[in-house]
């Protein structure tokens, strides 16, 4: 299943090309976005919306379907994504992130703790292997983006830190 954000830059993507439509099917959800004279069609299996405004506000289309929602504490850090101040520090692979070494272990860090260029953070896990993902920056963690046994994607946003 596609996630919110990814449904979001696609129709950004359809929006800006000269692409009038656009079909992706994934293990049983299939998403199809069409443009036609300005206009936009979002379809996300079972919900069908058609949005009859300039293609722009195709967000507000999608907020109505039966994609999962943004929680305020999600927003907040999506905001916190867009200070430019902020180093973010990304998953170099698809996989399990893992805040500590092991269940009996405290994590690698929380907010507010300062880390060292190098320095081990996390852990993700993939096929069997744990990979440990260290901070490209010295600084203070400000944002832990994602949660302990969460699956990740390659180039997700994992932390954020404030450069020392």
């Known amino acids: 299943m596609l996630k919110i954000q990814e449904i979001r830059e696609l129709i950004k993507l359809i929006d800006q090309s000269s692409i009038d439509e656009f079909s992706f099917e994934n293990d049983g959800s299939k998403i199809k976005l069409k443009k036609h004279n ?3 069609t979002v379809v996300n299996q079972p919900t069908v919306i058609e949005k009859h405004a300039p293609a722009t506000p195709v967000f507000e289309a999608l907020a109505q379907t039966n994609a ?12 916190k994504i867009e200070d430019a101040n902020l180093h973010k520090i990304v998953s170099p692979m698809v996989g399990t992130f893992y805040a500590s070494p092991n269940p009996e272990s405290g994590p690698y860090v929380k907010v507010g703790d300062k880390v060292k260029l190098d320095g081990v953070v996390c852990i993700v896990e993939a096929m069997k292997l744990f990979n440990e993902i260290e901070a490209e920056v010295s600084g203070e963690i400000v944002e832990i983006l994602v949660e302990d046994g969460q699956l990740v994607e390659y180039g997700q ?3 954020l830190v404030k450069p020392l």
């Open 68 to 79: 999962p929602k943004t929680t305020p504490v999600a927003e907040v850090a999506q905001a």
């Open 38 to 40: 300005g206009f936009t």
């Open 157 to 159: 946003p994992l932390f």
